[in-house]
């Protein structure tokens, strides 16, 4: 697998990979970042990307070492000397140490997407976690370093063949998976959770939300609990690299008739016209 690092805006080189051991992103997570689909040379949807991590950048007290007009243009940049069409850019920005507030940027580009045509066909099924997700969490609404929860709910889940882990929060409520935002068709109405209920508000969701859902069915951010989900006629996840992924299966019940649902399908090709339209824009 090819990747390509760029750390502080240069080429990585073996003198450049060093660690700061006072860096807070080291230390104690306090580091933010961004993972975005390379398709066709370019990065998808990354302006929203970098409109998050400067957000949450200023909600925590994080300095950006760049502005996101030039953190925009590196990314491209790195794209294109990386040589890569298709594969995951990672964009990480660490809080630095008290000698040095600016920190590190780091950019890597890897060839290469982690899912195929196989799971779209035949869909993801999920498990819940044994833990909540903890709502009232300064951190949970921002993409932080902060992941080990998430690492080792989503490894449980491989181990126990999921493809994904669920997290329900300290009420009982349905909040978001380890890796993805979680929406449900329950009596023809498009369902998410709501930010508070525990989630990291991810940039496909808000394009469902947003652009997606139609006049025919729109999204609604709403409650529901577990036996609401089970109750589901149709379930989907997303994230910036899967984009919208159905589920047919929750801790071995079956959404559904056990296949992707119709509206997903649906959902599904309108995202896919969406960044056909979006990378034609960008040429």
């Not at 998808?44 to 243009?73: F, I, K, Y």
């Not at 990672?90 to 040095?100: F, I, M, N, Q």
């Not at 940027?105 to 993801?124: D, N």
């Not at 023809?188 to 508070?196: G, H, Y």
């Amino acid at each position: 697998m090819r990747k390509y690092h760029l750390i502080d805006g240069k080429p990585a080189t073996k003198a450049s990979l060093t660690i700061d051991t006072g860096d807070a992103g080291l230390l104690y997570g306090f580091s933010l970042f961004e993972t975005v689909l390379v398709k066709e040379g370019r990065p998808v949807l990354l302006q929203p990307h970098l409109q998050r991590m400067a957000g949450s950048a200023a909600e925590l007290e994080l300095l950006m070492p760049m502005n996101t007009e030039d953190l925009l243009a590196m990314c491209e940049e790195g794209i294109e000397k990386s040589g890569i069409g298709e594969g995951v850019l990672r964009l990480a920005v660490t809080a630095g140490s008290d000698e040095d507030k600016s920190g590190k940027t780091i950019l890597t580009i890897r060839e290469g997407v982690p899912y195929h045509s196989e799971q779209y066909e035949k869909g993801f099924s999920i498990m819940t976690s044994g833990y909540p997700r903890n709502e009232k969490s300064p951190l949970v609404r921002h993409k932080t370093a902060n992941y080990l929860e998430n690492l080792i709910c989503r490894k449980k889940a491989g181990v126990l063949g999921f493809n994904e882990c669920l997290f329900l929060n300290t009420q009982g409520h349905v909040a978001e998976c380890s890796a993805s935002n979680v929406f449900v068709v329950k009596e023809n109405q498009l369902i998410t959770p709501p930010v508070d209920a525990g989630l990291l508000p991810g940039i496909v969701r808000g394009l469902v939300i947003d652009k997606l859902a139609g006049p025919a069915c729109r999204c609604i951010e709403g409650y529901f609990n577990y036996s609401d989900l089970l109750q589901a006629e149709e379930c989907f996840i997303t994230n910036s690299i899967m984009g919208i992924m159905p589920v047919v299966a929750i801790d071995r019940h079956r959404v559904g008739d056990g296949r992707t649902g119709k509206l997903t399908r649906i959902l599904m090709h309108k995202y896919h016209s969406y960044l056909k339209k979006h990378e034609r824009g960008m040429k």
